[in-house]
């Protein structure tokens, strides 16, 4: 790969637990795919494990290519690497020499990012580090929430963030092509998911994609699956069993405004679905109420001229009337248990 032409990178954005893993190994699968896992944990975390059941600073020979193919285009070492940097400038130096150097070992045409964070997303279509291809995957709440629980977590807090994220995700996409994934549609019939998706990235979709199980892989990160030996592919319909039905109603309930297409009901009531407790959703409340009345007032005298110099007038008066009415409500106030001085 030229260092002129920028790498070509499907980035798969969804919550935790949607089957993002899944789907990487499934386009990986093709000849001219890789999967490059999570990348986004290559800096944080010094304990990845590759595919390949080797460590990916110490023993994987495939990132010890990428290590020395790095080095020799860039002047960085694997472990100097980080592709989460705050600085925008070294974020794109970095994402693109991890990619340009995995590209030119693995050789293929279309790299795949699961790093799913959508923060991270939006640096890369910002600061234009690819060419971008997005994949947002979706899954049921109930079977997120329930992926949560199992790994003793408190699932009203998962179905909160599964309920900001969603909103916040499709509120950035409104304006943007991607291609739209189900999980349970993947996992129930992969072929004729697969093949459209495919042909969107500009790949024609290879049978031998669904034995995913037989190609190398050196996927960083992401769920067990990617050590598995079989390809067979099964749909986690725990949550029909075991989630209960007190426990379905509230996810139904913490996730109800990703239901809808309407973003009143999201934006209305803010704090709630963020957890952040009832005096600060009763304040957003306030504030919103403020803001419609301040619109609905522009609009009278926006339509109205008379009432427009009447508040003119009338203004200025209450502002110097309204000190003086709280500096006699003060005088005249006298504290429980204390005594009024003469």
């Known amino acids: 790969m030229s260092e002129e032409s920028l790498p070509r990178v499907a980035y798969v954005t969804s919550r935790g637990h949607s089957g993002s893993t899944l789907l990487e190994l499934l386009i990986s699968g093709h000849s001219r795919a890789f999967g490059m896992g999570e990348i986004k944990q290559m800096e944080t975390r010094r304990d990845l494990m590759c595919a390949c059941r080797s460590p990916v600073y110490a023993g994987c020979e495939f990132w010890g290519r990428v290590d020395a193919e790095l080095e020799k285009r860039s002047g960085l070492r694997l472990e100097e690497l980080n592709p989460g940097h705050a600085d925008d400038e070294t974020f794109v130096v970095h994402n693109r020499a991890i990619a340009r150097a995995v590209a030119e070992v693995s050789g293929a045409d279309l790299l795949v990012d699961s790093s799913k964070s959508l923060g991270r997303l939006q640096r890369l279509v910002a600061l234009g580090v690819y060419d971008l291809s997005i994949l947002y995957l979706v899954r049921r709440p ?65 049978e031998a994609q669904l034995d995913w199980s037989d190609h190398e892989s050196h996927v960083v990160a992401g769920n067990g699956m990617r050590y598995s030996e079989d390809s067979v592919i099964r749909e986690d319909l725990g949550w029909r069993r075991h989630l209960g039905l007190g426990r379905r109603i509230g996810v139904w309930w913490l996730t109800l405004p990703t239901r809808t297409r309407d973003r009143h009901l999201y934006l209305a009531h803010l704090p709630y679905w963020k957890g952040e407790g009832f005096e600060a959703w009763r304040e957003h409340r306030r504030r919103l109420r403020e803001k419609k009345w301040r619109r609905r007032r522009h609009r009278w005298m926006s339509n109205h001229p008379f009432l427009r110099r009447v508040n003119g007038v009338l203004r200025p008066l209450w502002r110097r009337i309204r000190p003086a009415r709280s500096v006699r409500a003060r005088s005249s106030f006298t504290a429980p248990g204390s005594k009024e001085l003469r």
């Open 142 to 206: 109930e079977g997120v929430a329930y992926s949560n629980i199992k790994r003793e977590r408190d699932w009203r807090r998962y179905s909160r963030t599964y309920t900001v994220s969603t909103m916040k995700t499709r509120a950035f996409l409104a304006e943007r092509p991607f291609i739209s994934v189900r999980y349970e549609e993947l996992a129930r019939e992969p072929r004729a998911v697969l093949e459209p998706i495919m042909g969107d990235l500009g790949l024609v979709f290879e």
